[in-house]
């Protein structure tokens, strides 16, 4: 049964709910995508997209910031955390986790309410004489949600490539002259490349499809490319031919930022061979 | 910079960074039991808001659906999870690498992409008549979108137990008599339900956080995020604050438990190595 071509038979309601679920959805995308809401083949949804370039840029870039954030505030968490004893990991890294359990509409809520104008944040700087500074509703708030939800995803595949590295690598490294910088740039970060292609993704994939953070945080004036999806099938602009344009770039974009961090990824584990 | 301070330094960031996870939650807790509306000035303890909370009908309700959605769609998905990897394990290298991938779309898509996707595909069902004249959103979209976003995390958690598994002691199962069903049921199964197990609970968290996939085939109905999203929309309510306190306090005790039972079994598991390497030695 184990390997017996009978029991090839207990993946068949999978493999038809895959079909139907998975696969089907997908293509009904693309035939959206590619017709009116009449039924004819039309370029004209891919086309219209152009309008809304500054909006695709404008996501690109703060999920890429967001990105880069993460990965700096990250690499030195994951490097503290993977040179722990063994039981200390363990109680650390689920302090790291405990967050990422706690629903992430409450944890972008808890900043629009530090972000405020009369928020905590501006009152504790009031005290100094400082401000109201205007975070809410601007990009950085975004950016800063984006970090803030997502940042153990990134701390979590850093740790785990880490923990990998032997202390004599490190070690070696010193003996042979190596100052901090180079330990960095030729040890630490090439032995975690593929930890920081994971975390990449993990990072990047949602903040560029996220419609939440930039609602909440972004106020009005930040859409991003997930909120002008969420307009086309649920909001005020009904267009579900243009939203599955829309979905057809977003899903390009998220297979070439794959495509690249995974080609990274190789290239740096046959630098380590 | 000598080794002392850099580790010194090293500690102040961590902490640094645990307070920046920390702090907006822990702002959250403390305004739970604020007396007035105010999120930034404590004016008195007090708590009403979680009396409110418990009270409030949309929550309560949203937080029934949750669970239930959670625990049907969690029970499919894993026994249809199981069954999949079982099946998959007997196929072609070609066949089980391209249901692989397949499986995979979900788990790597954006979310967003998954909910649009399975939105269109009920709106085209609606159009040629599935559903009659309520429509088909609702609890059949919701079930059928948490069960698709689960099922590949089942296959993934399960398939690497079943291939660790030694092949000859389902082959001495069959030597010793059993059918291949009974070799199956009591021998291979006992020996990946911890996987299963570990697999439904993921699905169980998955279900309940999820947003974005039912956000966009919930119809009418109202999850728990959902409730919590209409929530931050409309005006301030410090009920949302109670409502966090009393999920990271449900969280945080899960944790703590699942922690204490996993030291616990870790124990248990090498007293019983020990017991037998003296037993062992004894013989020898």
Not at chain 1, 21 to 40: K, N, Q
Not at chain 2, 145 to 156: E, K, R, S
Not at chain 2, 165 to 183: E, F
């Amino acid at each position: 049964m184990l390997k017996s071509k009978s029991s090839r038979w207990l993946a068949g309601p999978y493999l038809v709910w895959m079909a139907a679920f998975i696969v089907v959805p997908l293509i009904i995308v693309i035939y959206y995508a590619l017709t009116t809401s009449d039924g004819a083949f039309t370029l004209a949804n891919l086309t219209q997209i152009g309008r809304y370039t500054s909006v695709f840029v404008r996501s690109l870039i703060l999920a890429a910031e967001a990105t880069v954030l993460c990965l700096v505030l990250a690499f030195p968490v994951g490097y503290f955390l993977s040179r722990l004893r063994a039981n200390k990991q363990h109680i650390m890294l689920m302090i790291v986790m405990l967050p990422m359990w706690m629903n992430f509409l409450l944890r972008t809520y808890a900043w629009m309410t530090l972000l405020e104008k009369n928020g905590l944040i501006n009152r504790f700087l009031g005290l100094f004489g400082i401000g109201p500074l205007n975070m809410i509703n601007t990009s950085g708030a975004v950016v800063l949600g984006m970090v803030y939800n997502y940042l153990p995803y990134m701390i979590l595949p850093l740790y785990t490539a880490m923990t990998k590295i032997d202390d004599s690598v490190i070690e070696a490294a010193q003996d042979l002259g190596c100052n901090v910088f180079h330990i960095l740039t030729k040890v630490l970060i090439p032995l975690t490349g593929p930890g920081i292609a994971t975390g990449i993704t993990q990072v990047f994939v949602p903040s560029v499809s996220t419609f939440i953070i930039s609602r909440m945080l972004g106020g009005g004036s930040n859409l991003l490319i997930g909120d002008l999806i969420e307009l086309q099938f649920l909001g005020n602009s009904y267009n579900l031919n243009l939203g599955s344009a829309m979905s057809l770039v977003l899903m390009v974009i998220v297979l070439l930022c794959m495509s690249f961090t995974s080609s990274f990824d190789e290239s740096e584990m046959e630098g380590v061979m | 910079m000598n080794k002392r301070t850099s580790k010194i330094l090293m500690r102040t960031y961590v902490i640094l960074i645990f307070c920046f996870l920390y702090l907006p939650i822990a702002v959250m807790i403390a305004f739970s039991f604020n007396e007035s509306k105010s999120r930034a000035v404590f004016t008195g303890f007090t708590l009403d808001w979680y009396k409110s909370l418990f009270h409030n009908e949309m929550i309560l309700s949203s937080l029934a659906l949750s669970l239930v959605l959670a625990l049907v769609s969690s029970v499919v998905a894993t026994v249809l999870g199981t069954l999949a990897t079982i099946g998959i394990n007997s196929m072609s290298r070609n066949s089980q690498l391209i249901i692989n991938n397949i499986s995979y779309v979900p788990v790597v898509n954006p979310e967003i992409i998954t909910g649009v996707s399975l939105m269109l595909l009920f709106v085209m069902a609606q159009t040629f008549g599935i559903g009659g004249e309520g429509g088909l959103f609702g609890w059949p979209t919701l079930l059928i979108a948490h069960i698709t976003f689960n099922v590949p995390y089942v296959i993934f958690n399960v398939s690497p137990k079943l291939r660790q598994l030694d092949p000859s002691i389902y082959n001495a199962a069959l030597d010793l008599g059993c059918t291949p069903r009974q070799a199956f049921i009591k021998v291979i199964l006992p020996q990946l339900t911890p996987a299963i197990l570990s697999a439904f609970l993921i699905c169980l968290t998955y279900s309940i956080d999820d947003f974005m996939i039912s956000y966009f085939n919930s119809g009418t109905m109202q999850t728990l995020p959902i409730a919590i999203y209409s929530m931050t929309r409309k005006k301030v309510s410090p009920e949302i604050n109670a409502l966090s306190a009393v999920m990271f306090c449900v969280i945080l005790t899960i944790i703590l438990v699942s922690n204490y039972l996993d030291s616990r079994s870790y124990k248990k598991n090498q007293t019983a190595i020990r017991k037998a390497m003296s037993e062992e030695g004894g013989r020898a």
